[in-house]
């Protein structure tokens, strides 16, 4: 029991202190991610949001390679007594942690199983809500495309593994009809990016992050998927513009009439408008290829290094007061 | 904010009596209050001033429009019969924003942002700028 807590208190440590590292990171690259790409941009965050849990995943798995029996371990040489909290089966000695320390662990299992809840809430939600749609729609003119009996003109794909792009009978039929290629090509960016997907993975990520990062980086996650599909979709049809008038067209149908002065700088929409209209080439880097490959070299480099790990992560919680 | 337009957006509750006079509205496109006591009351055993509240209420909910004819109202429906289905299924999953809050559902512009008509008058003329300034070069 002791080694469980141990085990789930040094993966709170870790992935907190990765969450703020990936929050001083992005703070200081802010400048230099906004020079890339959109869809560069999504990748960039989907790894922020998920960094800290696959970093204490694999941190804690190279910590316990004594214990899966991958290398030797090292209390042979350091002797008894331990002059730090074990973490291997064959020679754990079972002191209880300190308080704050079983503490964490405590509240880490907790945000975990919230997490696997979250999870499984989003797969019934989305299946319940597709179903149900799915009554309540028609098939549209493309095979692709549901229609909703709906009269005010919006579009949205729904669902996480095989997202249905819908779009409201006010929108295909209504004064906005014009722009429903432009909206249709946006959201059918969404569906080729696997952009739920994504979306619902870096929410679980999030859960491992600190309080205040996580908030951060899904507001940032959405924002880059949203221009990414507005460019997939000025790439589809072929002008920027269309997509631009289009998102101002249908917000304009959505707003109420005008009840005085609000907050025009920062709005997602600006945001999304001004990138349409701004042609600079931005660079797509780092790729998904890219990021894969740092993955599994710095998992090669927790692998060939794992006494080191282990000893690290026994002497941290040691550090840490157990 | 965005929670006060959200909640605006998501249908009110709707009674039995209500529901059944909507019904009502959709079978005839338009009625007042003794022809729906008519249709909907008289079965039940209520009075028309009961069916008379229930149109006042769907009028105050949104759901149904009225105009005065003489001395009485003459009510119509506000949402078809398909598009109030559509909105229920949609509630009874939460609602957009929770959709959107999970990652299931992302839609072409935010279902509940707050951007006012002044704002998206200053964006149409970036882009006529854009487009000018395009065309000049």
């Known amino acids: 029991m002791t080694l469980v807590i141990l085990c789930v208190a040094a993966f709170a440590v870790i992935s907190y202190a990765a969450s703020g590292a990936v929050a001083l990171g992005l703070r200081s690259l802010r400048h230099r991610t906004d020079r890339t790409a959109p869809a560069a941009r999504a990748r960039l965050y989907l790894v922020a949001a998920l960094l800290p849990f696959l970093s204490a995943l694999a ?117 906005q009809r014009r722009h429903l290629p432009a909206v249709v090509a946006h959201e059918r960016g969404h569906v080729q990016r696997r952009d739920p997907l994504r979306r619902v993975l870096a929410g679980i990520g999030l859960a491992f992050h600190l309080p205040g990062v996580a908030g951060r980086i899904a507001a940032q996650l959405t924002r880059a998927q949203e221009m990414a599909a507005d460019l997939a979709a000025a790439q589809s049809i072929g002008s920027r513009e269309s997509v631009a008038r289009a998102l101002i067209a249908l917000a304009k149908a959505r707003v109420p009439p005008p009840r005085g002065a609000f907050a025009f700088s920062g709005s997602e929409l600006e945001s999304r408008v001004v990138q349409l209209m701004d042609e600079t080439q931005r660079r797509d880097w780092p790729t998904t290829s890219t990021l894969l490959c740092g993955g599994l070299a710095s998992l090669m480099l927790l692998a060939s290094g794992a006494e080191g790990v282990h000893h690290g992560v026994e002497l941290l919680l040691g550090a840490l007061g157990s | ?126 882009i006529a700028e854009k487009r000018g300034a395009g065309s000049g070069t």
């Open chain 2, 1 to 126: 904010m965005s929670r006060r337009r959200n909640a605006a957006r998501r249908l009110p509750p709707v009674g039995e009596l209500e529901l059944a006079v909507l019904e009502h509205l959709w079978t005839t496109g338009e009625t007042d209050v003794l022809a729906a006591h008519k249709a909907v009351g008289k079965r039940r055993g209520i009075t028309p001033n009961t069916v008379g509240s229930a149109l006042e209420r769907l009028h105050r909910k949104g759901l149904a429009s009225r105009e005065k004819v003489s001395h009485a109202y003459r009510y119509q429906p506000v949402l078809t019969r398909d598009a109030f289905a559509a909105r229920r299924m949609l509630d009874a999953v939460g609602g957009s924003r929770t959709l959107s809050d999970t990652g299931l559902l992302s839609a072409f512009v935010d279902l509940v942002a707050d951007e006012d008509q002044a704002s998206l008058n200053r964006l149409e003329a970036l």
């Open chain 1, 59 to 175: 941190i804690l798995t190279a910590a316990l390679a004594p214990t899966f029996g991958w290398i030797a371990d090292h209390c042979g040489v350091l002797g008894d007594p331990h002059p730090h909290p074990h973490i291997c089966v064959e020679h754990h000695v079972a002191v209880w942690p300190a308080i704050w320390l079983t503490t964490l662990a405590f509240a880490m299992a907790l945000r975990f199983s919230l997490a696997v809840t979250r999870l499984g809430y989003a797969v019934i939600l989305g299946r319940l809500t597709q179903h149900r749609l799915r009554d309540a729609s028609h098939p549209g003119n493309e095979l692709d495309i549901r229609v909703l009996p709906l009269d005010e003109p919006q579009a949205f794909v729904l669902g996480i593994f095989r997202p249905q792009l819908y779009i409201t009978r006010g929108l295909a039929e209504g004064a």
